[in-house]
Structures are given as C-alpha cells and as structure tokens.
C-alpha cells in the first residue's frame, strides 16, 4: 500500500478482544465526502525500464471529515454500515480524476479495496465492473489491493464474492505482504496477480541479509506462482538496488517519487530507476531465450467458451493455450486437458456440454510460473524447478507476453551455457576467466551512461607463503578468496573474475564509489582473517614467517593479505582496455604502498 494509505480488508482484533462496532456513530454524507475529497496518485514503476507501470490511487483531505487517516474511514463506514456504499464511490472518484490524465492511459489504476463483508446480498461493490464499463474502462486495466488484516472476516462469502469480481477481470494484489502469520496460505488460495512486500522487510534491506533473504524468497514465490512482486515504501538507493537484486519487478516509494497531487503532467518514466545496460554477453543469453520461445496460439481473457474451442479446433497440436488481458500481459494458461471432462465426454447435444460453453473462460486458467525475456537463464532454472508439475515458462518483455518457454528448451539453454562457461573459465576457482573479464572490461569501459568500476586484487606475500606451506595450501587460499569473492560482490551489473594465480578482478557497471570502497576492505579484513587459519601457531602467534625473498636472501614476510586497485570511470567518459588497464597498472604500486592496502582513482580526462 503506498504512502499515507491504509485500507485493509483482512484485520484480526487483538487476542482475547472481541471486534468492537459502534453502533451509535453519526453517518456519514458520502455524496458530500466524494465531493469534497480527492486522491493523489504514486506511480509504480518497472525495475528494468524506469517505464511507468501503474499508478496507486491514495484517498486525500478525509480530515474535515474527522477521520485522520483511510483506516478510520473505513473502520467508521463499516460500523454503520455504509462501507458497500462508500467503496464504489470512492472508486468512481479515482477513476474520474485517473481517466482525466492523458499520460495515464496503458498503465494500470490500483485501488484498495477494504472489502469487509463484500458478498452479503444487495451488496454494490459485486457489481465494481460495471462501474467500469460507465467510466470506459476494462476490469484488466484496475487493480484491486487486498490486504490480510481482516482475515477474521473471509468468509466463504467473501470467497466467493471475490472470484467472481476475478472472474469478470479484476487484478488482485496482495497488500503488506509479511504482516500477518497465514499470508502464504492466502497467496496460494487467492492467487493473486500481484505480491506487494510489506516495508518492514525493505527498511534497511541493503545492510540485513535476512530481510534480504526474505524478500528473495517471496520473489521466487510469486514467479512460481504466476505474481509479479511489488517492492513498495522504498525510500534509498541502496534499498531499490538491493530490491532489484532481489527478484522484484516493480518499485513504489519516494526514492522514485513522492504521490502526485498535481497530475497535469506525469512523467512516462524515471531515468534514475532505469536498470544497468548489460553487455555483448546478456544480450547473447537473451537471443537463445528467445530463439527457443514457443508462438503458441493465445486467447483474450474476454473471449467466450465457444471462441477457445475454435481455437483448438483449429489449432491440432495445440495442447496449450495462453491467456492475455487486454493489455498482452499474460493471466495464465488453459490446458486441453481440462476441457475433456466437460467438453469430450458427450455430443454437442449433451448438457455437460452446453454447460460447459456457458462458463466463463476464466474458470480453467491456471497460473503459470512466469519470467522476463532479460532474466538470467539460471534464475529461470530455480523458477521453473520450484514449480511442480509445471509444462514450462510463460516468458514477457516489459510485462507484455512474448511466447512460451518449454523445459526442454529451458535445460538446452542452461546446456549450451554451461560448456561456454566451462570453456572460459579458471580451473581451480570455476570464476570467469581471461577471455570473460576482457570482454567486461570493454563493453563497461565503452558504456557512458553510468560511473563503472573496475578493480584489481593482488595478494601481499603470496609467494613465500607457497614456498613454506607448499602449493596445496596455496591453492586453498586462491579457493578461499573467489568463495569470498562471491560472498562480498554480488548484485546486478557486478562481475567477478580470476586472472590466475593470486591475481583476481571484479567489476561493477554502476554504484556509489564510496560504498563500494568499503565493501572491498570488508572483503579484504574477512581475507586476512580466515586465511589466518592456514598457518601454523607459532606464525600466527609471531604475525610473520621467514622466507627467501626473490633475491635469495633470508627475511621475514608479513602474514597473507591482498592489495586492492579500483578505477572509476565516471558517466560520459570511455576509455579503450588498454587505458583502462593502463590505470590499473598504475594503481597497483600505490596499492602496495597504502596504509590500508586500497588505492582508488577517479579517472578524470584532460
């Protein structure tokens, strides 16, 4: 739910306290409230594009009214029984002022629905779609958040109620994902179209690998299960890094920006959100993906029974068939198999049959694990093998249906990428290697668009550490590093890669210096520590051992440590690799010079 807006719909009361109503509270005049308030709108904006996907309608001036916040509103309508009422003029209000803005038009409106005792009978809010229709708009394009706070109020009527408001094109979301204890048991039961993550578990996401953890998880989750995930109320940065590196699709919150109140002139997209441009290498595991889609006949989720079976009619080897909404973004999948029972088992004359053709269409689709045409074919391995019974991938570009990935296209993929890797790729640390870190090297050095770092690691005292303790030991020390390596660099548009021997290089094709900076000294103290281990204790009690220098003498050699070298090239700036690498050799020396072993430059052109 976006800033200043609370409207749940599953609350539990306290333990041990019943729900308390007021009976004798004054009611409200609602044509006289939806007169006078009004609502902003906070976009919600595509992780990969900066693109503008939907917007968040969020109820405003309801404080002459009495009530200082939406969940006061709501709580006060439900007690004397005006919140069927109330609802579905709030949304004719949302849609008058979300209709009005021209810019608006092909994103999606998303409302909060709070949605106690909806079901019951004369109830408006079962007939949302036609409001809808009068204000010229497809249930597809309106998004309804539900939230788990009034759990205590679902009831098989509210079951009900909600699928069929599914079933005549609605969008749901699941609002403040992570709030409440049976959240995942809703997400399977409800299967929800959208997952919004509760910001308790992005405060702070950037520093706390659990809520990390967490928040990939669901992520994981939600694809399984056909959602996109929302990462809402995110305010820095780092937290909207750390969310995108998490697996989430969409980000709201003041770090994008605050809600509009002045919706004359929304932008169609955000630059400062827009995702890292890959290299030559994304762009090769995206052509495979792509080659290997499956144009599958698709079928609008508006169409009729009749018009699905013309289309298997018409279409022998089809045994799937892809739903689309109005806007080409995918709702699931229809399998063949389904219809047989209802549709095979008599003649055309047959009441199953007739029946059949008078359901909706909606009824058969099931939901599909679903992927972008940019995501690693890796993630799309976990993906698809956490989903059981799965036929394959539904695969989309900027959330718009582009064909279907099969499991046997997907592991041909994930083969073919795995003899690449292996054939450029260190032996002892299974990190890329020369030929991968060249090739980063000059499609970052070349890309304007963003700062890039590129930084080089070389061990301090390697060579009579080897000499001492053998090469055994050396190479566990080169193991120990690439694994630390992988613990510390991480995210999207990092790359990692070992020269050879004692040498390592790590690259980044965007953020903040400073904070990268600390990062490599948190790598390189975790470095000195655990290698600590693999001397003997009379060295790790002395702090040194002594060895033949490589002039034949005798001295003593500080314990195992490494330098680090870090060149920034700043956006707009390009160099060739081999200025690049230029730099870097220029930076080693200083390296081995400094206090704390790390030397860093801004790259500055004359």
Known sequence: MGSGHISPLFAAPLP???????????????????????????????????????????????????????????????????????????????????????????TKLFFNLDGRGIGSELDPRAHLATILTEKGFSPSQVCLELSERHQNDYSDITDHALNDLRRSGFLLALDDFGQGFSELRLMHDLGPDYVKIDRFFLT?????????????????????????VIAEGVETEREFKSCRDAGCDLVQGFYVTPPLENMKAPKLFYDHVRAPVFGNKRKEEEGR???????????????????????????????????????????????????????????????????????????????????????NADMLLVTFASSLNSDGIIITQNFRYVGFLSATSLLKIIHEKRIEEAQDQNPLTRLPGNEAINRFIAEAAKIRSSNRHFVYFDFDNFK???????????????ILFSELMQRHISGTGSFRGHIGGDDFFAGYMSGDQTEIAGDLLTLKRAFKLDVESFYDQAHRERGYIEATDRFGATRMFSLLDCSISMLTLPSGVSLTPAQVNAEIAALKKQAKRSDDGLAVKTYQED
Do not use: W
């Open 464 to 478: 009579p550490f080897n000499d001492t303790y053998g090469y055994r030991q050396g190479d566990r020390a080169i």
């Open 16 to 106: 041990g306290h019943a729900q308390h109503v007021q009976t004798d509270a004054f009611d409200l005049d609602i044509p006289e409230l939806i007169e006078k308030t009004s609502y902003a709108f906070q976009p919600i904006v595509d992780f990969s594009t900066g693109v503008v996907y939907g917007y968040e309608a969020l109820i405003r001036n309801i404080e002459p009214f009495g009530f200082k916040s939406p969940t006061a509103l709501f709580n006060h309508a439900m007690a004397t029984g005006q919140l069927p009422e109330l609802e579905p003029a709030l949304l004719r209000k949302a849609l008058d002022i979300f209709s009005s803005v021209l810019t608006a038009r092909g």
């Open 204 to 228: 702070g996401i950037d520093t706390d690998p659990r809520r990390k953890l967490f928040v990939t998880t669901v992520a994981n989750l939600a694809h399984v299960l056909g959602a996109r």
């Open 289 to 375: 993906i792509r080659a290997e889609l499956l144009q599958l006949p698709t079928i609008s989720d508006g169409a009729s029974m009749s018009q699905l079976m013309d289309l298997f009619v018409s279409n022998q080897n089809a045994q799937l068939v892809p739903v689309l909404d109005s806007n080409q973004e995918p709702r699931g999948l229809i399998h063949e198999s389904d219809l047989k029972a209802y549709l095979y088992a008599g003649g055309f004359g047959d009441e199953d049959y007739k029946a059949a053709l008078d359901m909706p269409l909606r009824n058969f689709v099931r939901s599909c694990p679903i992927a972008d045409i940019d995501s």
